[in-house]
């Protein structure tokens, strides 16, 4: 049975936590607060620690990052009042396994509680797909790049190879590799298929 432990300031938060994982995993312990939480997932060992990330003394994000030198091997997944893109992104840098919002379904807690347990990521669908787009909308545009840069990551969203695009635009592969490295450090993307969606995105093709 999956170890959870629980990390809320409002005790019955924690009693409505409690109650829907009743019997489906096993609660080894409670904190309400980050001081707390420190001192007693280390020796509760759980597979899973539920976090807030509203907590009295520090925030969920910063418990976080505490945790993940302290007991590495305990995955978290956020419980928050939060449901904004930023506050997920920020969580699972942190070392956070998973973001739920309070407003989820009943259901969709212990789905959670399961995938962040079984080593797998957990952010709802929609969640999602706001994290996804604010990203992008953050992403420089096209007016960041040279007029080489441009034309290279053109090539690239199209399907050119290297030589093909070498021979397109009269330069050596070597150097049509610098334009896409340089274009790639840029727009803060690494694939190719990074930069494919990055042109899709943008009209270029």
Known sequence: MIRVFLVDDHPVVRAGIRFLLQGKVEVVGEAETGKEAL??????NPDVA????ALPDMDGIRLAEALKEACPGVRLLALSMYAEPEYAERFLQAGGAGYLP?????EELLD???????GEFYVPQ???YRMIRSQTERRPGPEVLTERELAVVRCLAQ????KEIGERMGISEKTVATYRERAAEKLGLRSRAELVRWALEHGLV
């Open 112 to 118: 959670a509680v399961k995938a962040v347990a079984r």
């Open 50 to 53: 539920v976090l807030d990330i």
């Open 126 to 128: 929609g969640l999602l």
């Open 39 to 44: 001192e007693r997932i280390p020796k509760a």
């Open 102 to 106: 309070k407003d989820a379904a009943e």
């Open 159 to 162: 399907g050119c190879s290297y």
